[in-house]
């Protein structure tokens, strides 16, 4: 089964959401978000994974690549191609969909719980790393929360997560080797955030599993 994967060009490792999806017999393609004239058509794919990014969807010098995902997004969810999408592109397509988007009070980073309506979506721990919130669209059904705002919901055949199911210890060191300043705004440290990931992951790891399973046989078989 064929799946596009869209992603930052640094940025497009799907991690343990990838390695699921890939046991349930997909192959990705990569869809880089600053080249969207390089994305292969929709026809053909079976499925459709957006992760995260360190974009927010409001920014104006990313206007034309998010304008080129929510055209996609939208065409992928009236196709009824499943799609799952992690933060970033969950704000892509809470925006492609009729929600909106906001910057957060405050960054939610680290690994957190959730209040979850589903069984197959775990508490967590889940890892986060936004500045961003969401209004869920009209007509979408909102499946977990936390303070912050909705944490996972969803239409049809699309699925979105605010936390990052894909996260493995090897991304979080990545997303931490620069990022100093902005962990510290929030009272931790690369170091810290990795000792705490080095203890979750792998639960997280299964959690992720059982969702990715969740979504394949209920959401994307719907």
């Known amino acids: 089964m064929r799946a596009l994967l869209i992603a930052n060009a640094n940025d497009a490792d799907p991690g343990f959401v990838g390695h699921r999806f890939r046991r349930h017999g997909y192959a990705f393609a990569e ?13 053909g794919h079976d499925l459709v994974v957006s992760l995260g990014s360190d974009w927010s969807v409001y920014w104006p010098q990313v206007e034309s690549s998010v304008s080129a995902e929510i055209e996609l997004i939208r065409a992928v969810h009236e196709r ?20 909106t988007v906001a910057r957060a009070a405050t960054p939610e980073i680290g690994w957190h719980q959730v209040a979850s309506d589903v069984p197959e979506i775990m508490s ?3 890892l986060q790393w936004h ?15 936390n303070s912050m ?60 599993s059982r969702l990715v399973d969740w979504f394949t046989e209920h959401v994307a078989g719907a």
Do not use: K, M, Y
């Open 31 to 43: 869809c880089p978000r600053e080249h969207p004239a390089e994305w292969p058509p929709l026809a």
């Open 131 to 145: 500045s961003d919130v969401v209004t869920v669209p009209a007509g979408a059904t909102e499946l977990a929360r």
């Open 149 to 208: 705002g909705p944490q996972a919901w969803r239409s049809g055949r699309t699925l979105c997560t605010q936390f990052h199911p894909e996260a493995t210890e090897t991304i979080v060191a990545r997303w931490s080797a620069n990022a100093a300043d902005e962990l510290a705004g929030v009272g931790t440290t690369p170091d810290l955030l990795l000792s705490a990931t080095r203890t979750n992951v792998i639960e997280s790891r299964r959690n992720a």
């Open 80 to 99: 009824g191609i499943p799609l799952f999408a992690i933060c970033f592109g969950s704000q892509v397509a809470a925006c492609a969909l009729g929600g």
């Open 124 to 126: 967590g721990p889940w």
